[in-house]
């Protein structure tokens, strides 16, 4: 992110939002934690709060969603459909980047397993990420051309990731 903004002078929420949201159709997704200060329009992630119970934590709060230091790297918030319009992008490879552009994303370049923020598993690519209030896990089968997304509003992880990954393997099985 701030070598983009060094390079274009322009900041990184725009950039993403001209060069990924807008090409994908993605009109829900956004930066920071999703929902509206005051509002209750979207679920709230929950952890553990003072109470040391379960609680959900207010959007717009200092602590719903990571640093914004490290946004570039996880403080994208979107929707079920915006994320499979992503994944299918992923998937289907369309003509806003160019082959090599995919190629170079979806390739580990330094051998292993890690393509670019992608966990590449044959061929399909996988990623997951948390901000301690909300886990999700996404997957793109690319011999298959298939996706899918599966998440919670709960960052305890260990009983999220389990239950989110479940479901992600379950929605894979269902359109094999």
Not at 69 to 82: L, Y
Not at 123 to 146: F, K, P, V
Request: avoid cysteine; proline fraction near 8%; aromatic fraction near 8%.
């Amino acid at each position: 992110g701030a070598m983009l903004e060094a390079k274009t002078g322009e900041p990184w929420e725009v950039l993403v939002r001209r060069h990924v949201f807008e090409p994908l159709g993605m009109a829900g997704a956004g930066f920071g934690a999703p929902g509206t200060p005051g509002l209750v329009d979207q679920p709230s992630g929950h952890n553990i709060g003072a109470m040391g119970t379960l609680a959900p934590f207010v959007p717009g709060s200092p602590v719903t969603d990571n640093p914004a230091v490290i946004g570039p790297a996880g403080r994208v918030h979107a929707t079920a459909s915006d994320i499979l319009a992503y994944l299918e992008a992923h998937a289907r490879k369309p003509a806003f980047l160019s082959a090599d552009s995919w190629t170079r994303l979806h390739t580990p370049p330094f051998g292993g397993t890690y393509a670019l923020g992608w966990e590449r598993r044959g061929e399909t690519l996988w990623h997951n990420g948390s901000n301690t209030l909300w886990y999700a896990a996404i997957q793109a089968d690319l011999a298959r051309g298939t996706v899918a997304m599966a998440a919670a509003n709960d960052g305890r992880l260990q009983s999220a990731q389990p239950a989110v990954e479940t479901a992600l393997k379950e929605a894979l099985a269902a359109v094999s």
